[in-house]
């Protein structure tokens, strides 16, 4: 290769490095703030979890058990996938890992006679999906990056109608989970029916520590009364387990974004020093010929 | 006439937006408008789209919108507020209100009469109207 080819290689090298640094820096800004706010989500699902366990003591058990979200239908013969995907690559194995599993796991339920119904989130998963003619129910796409309380309530509006409507009869929810900037794990989790346990807690916490007006039961004012407020407090765990999904999967998608930039940062740094290398070897080529040249000439002429 | 002070949190799923003393809590639920003064008796209440206006020890009124929740009051007469979504009152934006209710619109008219989903539907229209008519009344 001669010096000018190699000399323009290395600048366009360098540019990659350039702007893959600079897509690094911009991930591992957004992990944070997606960090955050995944852990600022717990102090309100505490929350709620008293609430429910208040308006379920004050409505009695057996109003708890009847709420249609708590219900295990009786013949599964619909199962929603729900994959959470983003709407950008260049992320590593972020997207396809997700799509992977939700295929296998389609191809179990399947191979157990059951249905599978595709929901997905991110332009990734949707289009991945589209390509292998699976049909997806709903898609929800344009925030993947930062995926707000909107977000979920409408997701999660349209799982528990389909779930208490019999369109669907149980739903499982594949994304990726947030364990540290390097590492995300594909967790599987059925988000309908919900787990009675998930969302009182479990029962020694709830008897160790009796609610605040939970004492004095008779006093408590409910509007509107008990039976209702906790018909409308219960589904919205299903929404909030959607937000934290989301929240971690967002956190998970900047860190696999991070990592991947990162390595195309340090391949760009890499490559660069063998063109340069490359290019030296040229240039020492072109001089070692011209001096040979040089040479040759002044012995032609003794 | 200056109140007994007493605590009140607010608390969304981005985080505590207020926690603190104040003198009372102005807001609305499922039953109507509220005010909370220091030793409420205990109550848990939906909450739906609204004004939710803290007034603080010395009279500064803190304004945020809230878009539904539930609100609790404990028996030592502690308010706290879960809202789905809360904010200050001037980032109220009308046409993000109005582009939920024809959001809300569109998907009620999808839905099947006598569904859970259309059930929901209705809900979710109702508040996004709620939240539209808000903007009138700041």
């Known amino acids: 290769m001669a010096q000018r080819d190699v000399k323009n290689r290395i600048a366009s090298v360098q540019n990659i490095g350039k702007i893959t640094r600079a897509m690094e820096m911009v991930s591992a800004a957004r992990l944070r703030k997606a960090e955050e706010r995944a852990r600022q989500l717990r102090p309100y699902a505490d929350a709620l ?16 058990q009847a709420l249609p979200v708590l219900q295990t239908h009786d013949e599964e013969r619909r199962v929603a996938i729900l994959l959470v995907t983003a709407d950008r690559g260049l992320a590593g194995a972020f997207n396809s890992q997700i799509l992977r599993a939700g295929l296998e796991r389609a191809d179990e339920v399947e191979a157990e006679g059951r249905e599978v119904a595709f929901y997905a989130t991110g332009r990734r998963g949707v289009s991945s999906l589209q390509f292998r003619n699976k049909p997806v129910i709903e898609s929800y796409t344009g925030f993947t990056d930062a995926p707000s309380v909107t977000h979920a309530s409408r997701i999660a509006d ?8 019999g369109q669907i009869d149980r739903v499982e929810i594949i ?27 479990d029962d020694d916490a709830a008897d160790a520590a009796p609610e605040d007006g939970g004492g004095h039961k008779a006093l408590v004012e409910y509007e509107p009364d008990p039976a209702e407020i906790l018909a409308e407090l219960v589904p919205e765990f299903v929404q ?10 967002a956190a998970s998608e900047h860190g696999a974004r991070m990592t991947a930039m990162r ?13 340069t290398l490359a290019m030296n070897r040229a240039r020492q080529a072109e001089i070692t010929q011209e001096i040979m040249e040089v040479v040759a000439g002044a012995e032609a002429l003794n | 006439m200056a109140h007994a002070p007493f605590r009140a949190e607010v608390l969304t799923p981005d985080g505590a937006l207020f926690a603190g003393e104040v003198e009372q809590v102005s807001t609305r639920t499922v039953a109507g408008e509220i005010g909370i003064l220091a030793r409420h008796s205990p109550l848990l209440g939906r909450l739906e789209p609204a004004e939710l206006k803290l007034t603080e020890p010395g009279g500064d009124v803190t304004r945020y919108v809230q878009t539904g929740g539930y609100v609790q009051i404990a028996a030592d007469g502690n308010v706290l507020l879960l809202a789905e979504e809360a904010y ?4 109220y934006s009308k046409s993000d209100a109005q582009a939920r209710l024809d959001d809300a619109e569109e998907r009620l008219g999808r839905a099947e009469a006598g569904t859970e989903a259309h059930r929901i539907a209705t809900i979710a229209h109702r508040r996004a109207k709620a939240l539209v008519a808000l903007g009138d009344r700041l």
């Open chain 1, 263 to 275: 390595s195309a940062s340090d391949n760009a740094s890499e490559v660069i020093d063998t063109l």
């Open chain 1, 49 to 64: 979890r008293k609430m429910t366990r208040q308006a379920a003591s004050a409505a009695g058990s057996g109003e708890m």
């Open chain 2, 88 to 91: 200050p009152v001037d980032e």
């Open chain 1, 158 to 165: 349209d799982l528990v109608g389909a779930f208490v409507d």
């Open chain 1, 240 to 249: 909030v387990s959607l937000l934290r999904a989301l929240l971690e999967s």
């Open chain 1, 175 to 201: 994304y990726n989970g947030y364990v540290s900037p390097l590492v995300q794990e594909v967790r599987r989790e059925t988000l309908l029916p919900l787990a009675a346990a998930s969302v009182v807690g």
